[in-house]
């Protein structure tokens, strides 16, 4: 078994829905588009890092920790989770937020995702954007504080992008084939957002271990195209080696930037043009900064022909639904 030596903490019990998107399938005039509801996980408003969470915090435990510390944006829904999953592990997190986003409205600042960590009592200690430079230092930074408390840290890598929390997209690949073969689909292609790279990797790894032969892309939330491949192409094989397999073959790991736009957590129009196509034709809510741009990385790849008609996509769904709030001008239909 691919998983039977590797601990795991439930954080929720049974698959995540597989869905047909037939009316946004229909507007793109393009390939039959399915999607993958991790934002369906019924963990403080769900998203994929509770997949990555079950194995970080098994491994957190085994370690006799009592504080969960992490990093991210203000936004950052791997924060919520993390926070989340450490309550619900009786466990405290204690959070450094980079201020990434040259933002200072209330929106933004107070809403949202930040919001939910102040319901989940999580210790934020904000950074300057100078910060993000050196992730591991500022968490160290927050893991000396926690020390200095009396409390015994453990440091969850950016978007549990490790991999440890790997294996938990290497798991939800196993799970996508068991549904697939129940529900007698196949898909020729997945999209999956790609910034920390662990869900991303995860996919790849689990899928190639299983011999399930789709096409990953990883559309880039953070950074260009040939940096976020070797970032993925490392983390792939080292959940590889965590599952007793050999790397992925060369060419698997594909990354796409065609929607990363400006930066990191900056609306584009071809973004809040997806967000409001997939809600108008689905009932589908994704976010500004991740399952938006990917998903505008899939429609781009439809417009430019490399997904089309007697194809079966799979879109990996991740989350990320509070961060709506946070870009609330942006989103209006009016634009204010």
């Known amino acids: 078994m691919l998983f039977a030596h590797h601990p795991r903490h439930r954080l929720f019990d049974g698959p995540t829905?597989?869905?047909?998107?037939?009316?946004?399938?229909?507007?793109?005039?393009?390939?039959e588009i399915w999607a993958k509801r991790d934002d369906a996980i019924p963990l403080a408003m769900g998203?994929?890092?509770?997949?990555?969470?079950?194995f970080i915090l098994a491994d957190a435990l085994a370690a006799s920790a009592d504080t969960l510390v992490t990093c991210g944006a203000v936004q950052s829904n791997h924060a919520r989770l993390t926070a989340a999953a450490a309550r619900?592990?009786?466990?405290?997190?204690?959070?450094?937020?980079?201020?990434?986003?040259?933002?200072?409205?209330?929106?933004?600042?107070?809403?949202?995702?930040?919001?939910?960590?102040?319901?989940?009592?999580?210790?934020?200690h904000r950074f300057p954007i100078e910060a993000?430079?050196?992730?591991?230092?500022?968490?160290?930074?927050?893991?000396?504080?926690?020390?200095?408390?009396g409390g015994v840290p453990y440091k969850v890598p950016e978007g549990g992008g490790s991999p440890v929390g790997g294996l938990g997209y290497a798991a939800a690949a196993l799970e996508l084939v068991q549904q697939c073969h129940a529900a007698g689909v196949a898909f020729d292609h997945a999209v999956v957002g790609s910034g920390s790279g662990?869900?991303?990797?995860?996919?790849?790894?689990?899928?190639h271990a299983?011999?399930?032969?789709?096409?990953?892309?990883?559309?880039?939330?953070?950074?260009?195209?040939?940096?976020?491949?070797?970032?993925?192409?490392?983390?792939?094989s080292r959940i590889s080696a965590l599952l007793g397999h050999p790397p992925p073959p060369?060419?698997?790991?594909?990354?796409?930037?065609?929607?990363l736009g400006p930066g990191y957590g900056v609306l584009t129009e071809a973004v809040r043009e997806v967000i409001h196509l997939a809600a108008r034709t689905e009932g589908l809510l994704l976010d500004p900064v991740y399952t938006g741009k990917a998903m505008a990385g899939l429609v781009a790849m439809v417009r430019r022909g490399e997904l089309g008609r007697g194809q079966r996509v799979l879109f990996v769904h991740t989350g990320g639904a509070p961060a709506l709030f946070a870009y609330r001008a942006g989103l209006a239909r009016d634009g204010a």
């Not at 993000?132 to 408390?149: I, K, Q, Y």
């Not at 892309?217 to 983390?235: P, S």
């Not at 060419?251 to 929607?259: L, Q, S």
């Open 198 to 207: 662990g869900t991303h990797a995860g996919l790849v790894a689990g899928l």
């Open 250 to 259: 060369t060419g698997t790991v594909r990354t796409d930037d065609a929607a």
């Open 88 to 124: 619900r592990a009786g466990m405290a997190c204690d959070l450094a937020l980079i201020e990434r986003v040259a933002r200072q409205d209330s929106d933004y600042l107070l809403s949202g995702n930040r919001l939910l960590l102040d319901l989940l009592d999580a210790t934020v």
């Open 132 to 149: 993000d430079a050196n992730l591991d230092g500022a968490m160290e930074e927050v893991a000396r504080r926690v020390r200095a408390r």
């Open 47 to 54: 998203g994929n890092k509770v997949r990555k969470l079950e």
């Open 17 to 31: 829905p597989l869905e047909p998107l037939p009316r946004l399938s229909a507007a793109l005039g393009g390939p």
């Open 210 to 236: 299983l011999g399930a032969h789709v096409a990953v892309t990883g559309i880039c939330v953070r950074r260009n195209a040939a940096a976020q491949k070797v970032r993925v192409e490392d983390l792939a």
